[in-house]
């Protein structure tokens, strides 16, 4: 997607110009692997033009291959952000109705071709939310996936402009029996898979909403998600969570403030999440490793984590805002 944002403290509807970038969940994901040595192939449909071919330099640039990115349709999806500040949270405003990943009636990849020789293939819930074919490709695509020998990664990632939360779970539902690896939280538990709110006396309340949802769903063997304390849209404590080998572990809390650009936060926490699991770290450094990443993620401009795994663990090591000499 193409995300043109405003300057902080400039509305929308008064902006006379817009900052570019590129990116999207499963894109930001794929460089983040991209940046810690993985071999990374992204799979799309862009339009065949300026934007699109846009695209594939912005995936390149950063390692991604593009073998599997696909041109033609009528066009790139789009999204508007007004930058939040102090008390005033960030807004969207998205344009992506008819774009040419969205339009998509078939798919249009060789299975056996796609999912050769790969360990993870990660599925954001945002390709569900698109259309009802894509809700039944996207489960075509895991069904494939997990036939190959692939671990299956999903972030749930609910977006309410896109889909309503009954739709959402209806599918989710479907989607999860399918899955290794799920990036859900607490809200996700109780309004998408109907998991009982923990009792008042829970020590870990968290924990009790992982254990609970792999007893749903047993394939699963990971989740995560971060616990974020939103103090303004300019300074946000994080803490990442991860529920692996029925132990739930937590990461140190980050200060981050001031907060540069929040978008792509999570997906850069998915990303140090995987890049672990690929790298057969113990658990407690898988989820030290992502939480870092997501907080140095918040220090810069754009959609995608720009950081590589040195870089992240000098971060983990030195501690917040020392000089690296």
């Given at each position: 997607?193409?995300?043109?944002?405003?300057?902080?403290?400039?509305?929308?509807?008064?902006?006379?110009?817009?900052?570019?970038?590129?990116?999207?969940g499963e894109a930001n994901v794929a460089i983040s692997l991209a940046n810690y040595g993985h071999e990374v192939s992204f799979a799309t449909k862009v339009p065949d033009q300026a934007l699109?071919?846009?695209?594939?330099?912005?995936?390149?640039?950063?390692g991604v291959g593009t073998s599997h990115v696909v041109l033609g349709g009528p066009r790139l999806g789009t999204y508007y952000m007004e930058a939040g500040v102090g008390e005033r949270a960030a807004s969207v405003i998205y344009d992506r109705a008819g774009s040419s990943f969205a339009v998509m009636d078939h798919l249009e990849?060789?299975?056996?071709?796609?999912?050769?020789?790969?360990d993870i293939f990660h599925v954001s819930g945002i390709t569900p939310a698109l259309s009802k074919k894509w809700q039944k490709m996207t489960k075509t695509l895991l069904q494939a996936a997990k036939k190959a020998?692939?671990?299956?990664?999903f972030d749930i990632n609910y977006r309410g402009k896109l889909w309503s939360q009954k739709e959402a779970s209806g599918v989710i539902h479907q989607l999860l029996p399918f899955v290794d690896?799920?990036?859900?939280?607490?809200?996700?538990?109780?309004?998408?898979?109907?998991?009982?709110?923990?009792?008042?006396?829970?020590?870990?309340?968290?924990?009790?909403?992982?254990?609970?949802?792999?007893?749903?769903?047993?394939?699963?063997?990971?989740?995560?998600?971060?616990?974020?304390?939103?103090r303004s849209?300019?300074?946000?404590?994080?803490?990442?969570?991860?529920?692996?080998?029925?132990?739930?572990?937590?990461?140190?809390?980050?200060e981050i403030k001031p907060i540069v650009d929040r978008v792509g936060g999570g997906d850069a926490f998915a990303g140090g999440v995987l890049h672990g699991i690929l790298s057969r770290m113990q658990p407690q450094?898988?989820?030290?490793?992502?939480?870092?990443?997501?907080?140095?993620?918040?220090?810069?401009?754009?959609?995608?984590?720009?950081?590589?795994?040195?870089?992240?663990a000098q971060f983990l090591a030195c501690g917040s805002g020392k000089i690296i000499r």
């Open positions: 997607m193409l995300r043109l944002s405003t300057d902080q403290g400039i509305r929308i509807e008064n902006s006379g110009q817009f900052h570019a970038h590129y990116g999207g699109g071919k846009a695209v594939k330099k912005h995936l390149q640039g950063y990849w060789q299975l056996d071709e796609l999912f050769q020789d790969v020998g692939c671990l299956v990664s690896i799920c990036s859900a939280g607490k809200m996700d538990a109780l309004y998408l898979l109907g998991i009982e709110e923990a009792p008042e006396n829970t020590e870990q309340p968290i924990a009790y909403y992982y254990q609970k949802m792999q007893e749903k769903f047993p394939n699963i063997q990971v989740f995560y998600s971060t616990d974020r304390t939103v849209a300019s300074e946000n404590q994080l803490m990442g969570t991860i529920w692996m080998d029925r132990k739930y572990l937590e990461s140190q809390t980050h450094e898988i989820i030290d490793f992502a939480t870092a990443a997501s907080a140095l993620k918040h220090t810069i401009h754009g959609d995608c984590n720009q950081f590589n795994h040195e870089e992240v």
